[in-house]
């Protein structure tokens, strides 16, 4: 079937995907590269901070807010084609337009190709950079160089030595938010490792219940394949779901049609035999009947209505059917009325009639 078939090449797709996925760390090096920093940030002594280029920082806080993206490998040729231009920016000249991105909230999804471009090629960035998040980059990168740039000018300004130098550099930081800064990348990669250990845990879940299905398919178990673990839906991607629920729906439809074709070969038999009607409509399969016996009750004439008379005197139709086919044979309507009178003015029980009919008619 073309819908198995189907589910069954997505279902291989997806595990090869989920496996490429898996081996995939760039979390871990992103978490490197942040605690690099931030082991220097944490420094009494600032200098080394200093010393980040532009393109260090910047690239730091671009990978952080694109590892998502299903294009991120792209990201790093990107940047390193930019290093030396992203250098050479500074504070008092691109930092306008970089605060212009930032403070106009232009991003990925929130600012038209061609309005953003337009500042990016300020920036002699290329086309390609409008397809990943740029506010968060830019707005740390604007705090990082208007940090270097302040400390630059106090040192000009005042004549520091060593001593002062120091904390004016660790004034700055303070007061520049490159603290702040620094302290919301460990949170936000703490954060994103935490969510990225859990993906992982259902990647792993949707190889399991991915090869579990594959397997069904493949030992032709298309009652499993169609009644499927709630539980999976969880895990399984969209497109195998969908499709699962094509095949779900066809297969209803397909035994709508079969039962509405069994309705009309059983309305059909109903409509031939009385009988068969009468012990359809009270719930009897006449199929489970023995066919001995409906051959022996099938000739008899009115046999309805006589089984109708006996079940009057208080006999179901089950011992009717099992122990009386004799009496419905042999029926004789005088003795059906005589008994009938003596369970009206109680002269006979009905649990006495039912366990000595046969003799009593016979008598």
């Known amino acids: 079937m073309e819908l198995i078939d189907r589910i069954y090449s997505l279902a291989k797709n997806s595990i090869i995907d989920t496996r490429l996925s898996l081996q995939n760390d760039n979390l871990s090096e992103i978490k490197k590269e942040i605690e690099r920093v931030a082991s220097i940030a944490e420094k009494n002594n600032k200098k080394?901070?200093?010393?980040?280029?532009?393109?260090?920082?910047?690239r730091m806080y671009m990978m952080l807010a694109n590892y998502t993206l299903p294009y991120y490998d792209e990201l790093e040729d990107l940047l390193q084609n930019q290093e030396q231009n992203i250098n050479s920016w500074s504070y008092t000249k691109e930092g306008q337009i970089i605060f212009e991105i930032v403070s106009k909230q232009l991003d990925k999804d929130t600012a038209s190709d061609s309005e953003l471009f337009t500042l990016l090629s300020s920036l002699n960035l290329t086309a390609e950079f409008t397809q990943f998040y740029l506010r968060m980059p830019f707005h740390s990168l604007y705090i990082?160089?208007?940090f270097k740039t302040e400390v630059i000018r106090f040192k000009k300004r005042q004549g520091t030595s060593l001593t002062s130098e120091a904390s004016?550099?660790?004034?700055?930081?303070?007061?520049?938010?490159m603290k702040d800064l620094i302290n919301a990348a460990l949170e936000c990669i703490k954060e994103e490792l935490k969510e990225d250990k859990k993906n992982r845990n259902n990647m792993k879940s949707r190889i399991k219940v991915t090869e579990e299905l594959i397997s069904m398919?493949?030992?032709?178990?298309?009652?499993?394949?169609?009644?499927?673990?709630?539980?999976?839906?969880?895990?399984?991607?969209?497109?195998?779901?969908?499709e699962l629920y094509n095949l779900i729906h066809y297969n209803m439809l397909q035994q709508y049609k079969d039962l509405k074709k069994q309705y009309k070969e059983l309305e059909s038999q109903i409509s031939s035999?009385?009988?068969?009607?009468?012990?359809?409509?009270?719930?009897?399969?006449?199929?489970?009947?023995?066919?001995?016996?409906?051959?022996?009750?099938e000739p008899i004439p009115s046999i309805v209505e006589k089984i109708k008379r006996i079940e009057n005197l208080g006999i179901d139709i089950d011992t009717i059917l099992t122990k009386f086919i004799q009496v419905l044979e042999e029926y004789n309507e005088e003795k059906i009325k005589f008994?009938?009178?003596?369970?009206?003015?109680?002269?006979?029980?009905?649990?006495?009639?039912?366990?000595?009919?046969?003799?009593?008619?016979?008598?």
Request: no cysteine.
């Open 48 to 58: 080394d901070l200093l010393n980040l280029s532009n393109y260090e920082f910047f």
């Open 144 to 146: 990082f160089m208007r």
């Open 339 to 363: 008994l009938e009178s003596l369970i009206k003015v109680s002269a006979l029980t009905k649990n006495t009639l039912q366990k000595n009919l046969l003799s009593i008619l016979e008598d």
């Open 217 to 242: 398919i493949e030992n032709g178990d298309l009652k499993n394949v169609l009644g499927i673990p709630d539980d999976w839906h969880r895990y399984l991607e969209v497109d195998i779901l969908e």
């Open 273 to 297: 035999s009385p009988l068969r009607k009468y012990l359809f409509d009270k719930g009897i399969d006449y199929e489970t009947i023995p066919i001995e016996i409906r051959n022996k009750l």
């Open 168 to 177: 004016l550099e660790k004034s700055l930081y303070e007061k520049t938010r």
